[in-house]
């Protein structure tokens, strides 16, 4: 069975820094493609950081400069540092994982709220 947790969401001030964990069980993440999404409310869920087989990152424009993605092998863990956080940045994130022609996985969310 496939299970993707994350955690480390809370209530920060704004300008404060959080680093969200995503723990996998039952795949490895080594082969797949993993992304950090969020979704606000009455907002789309959005891509927020993606982590490539090769290592490269990408971010979308808000986030740019602020956030980074990376992964643990060892522990089967990607993480998404977030600095410099806005009240804009509050939302439930979610981590996936990624194969080429699946359907992808995914965790069930942790909430950050930023207050200015």
């Known amino acids: 069975q496939v299970e993707l947790v994350e955690s480390g969401g809370t209530l920060v001030q704004a300008g404060e820094s959080l680093r969200l964990s995503c723990v996998g069980s039952?795949?490895?993440?080594?082969?797949?493609?993993m992304g950090w999404y969020r979704q606000a409310p009455g907002k789309q869920r959005e891509l927020v950081a993606a982590?490539?087989?090769?290592?490269?990152?990408t971010y979308v424009d808000s986030v740019k400069g602020r956030f980074t993605i990376s992964r643990d092998h060892a522990k089967n863990t990607v993480y998404l540092q977030m600095n410099s956080l806005k009240p804009e940045d509050t939302a439930v994130y979610y981590c996936?994982?990624?194969?080429?022609?699946?359907?992808?996985?995914w965790g069930q969310g942790t909430q950050v709220t930023v207050s200015s």
């Open positions: 982590l490539q087989l090769d290592g490269t990152a």
């Open positions: 039952g795949i490895n993440f080594r082969y797949f493609v």
């Open positions: 996936d994982a990624r194969l080429v022609g699946r359907p992808p996985y």
